[in-house]
């Protein structure tokens, strides 16, 4: 299977590499690529993790299943995305959640040992990597920081704090549907659509399938205040 090579200048792991240096890299040290289904397991909870993932098509889901069977999405991935950065330099590596594809997905893997390899050779992707890991674990504690809220309230505020400061206007694109929003923030989907509908009805926010308005945003802000 070919490797498109050209598609991994998206992700952040390569920026400022040149096309050139990635097929000098390739020759030296092969890729490889799977195409997972929707619904596919790309990997499982428990599983070691011996190499990165690079999303270069679909989109993928991280996600945690607990004993009660609630399900929590830790994360979505898209092209230009990645995941086992972080967990393939640990001491303990094993994946702490499932990767399932959310949709027909083509994912390359670069292993432990070539990753080391282009590291010691490529000042630009050592730079890379440490920014993406860096980045990662700003992550972390924005997530840590959304648990942490006690009401449902406050969790969809985060979010939607979190969306209008990527997104810089206060009229949101939401990408996840409701299903994947609930998931992502923890919570049972009616509970999520009551709380969107009580918000509104309290003129905080307007919303339809695949966008927010904010309505009063320094009244979201206090909410996390407070």
Known sequence: MKIPLQSLL???LFRNMSLVELQAFHTQVPLAMKCYEKDEIVALEGDPCESIGLIVAGS???????????CLIIDTLLPGSSFGEVIVFSDQNTYPATILANEPARIIYLNKEAAIRL???SPIFMTNLMRLLSNKI???NKKIKSLSFQSLR???????LEEFGKQ????????PSRNELALLLGMPRPSLSRELAAMKADGLIDYDRKSI????????QNLLEN
């Open 213 to 220: 308005s904010i309505r009063q945003i320094s009244a979201l």
């Open 119 to 121: 590291g010691v050779s």
């Open 138 to 140: 700003l992550m972390l």
């Open 60 to 70: 993928v889901h991280a996600q945690k299943t607990f004993g009660d069977g609630r």
């Open 10 to 12: 998206a992700n952040p």
């Open 154 to 160: 406050q969790k969809i505020t985060f979010y939607i």
């Open 168 to 175: 810089k206007k206060l009229h949101l694109s939401i990408t």
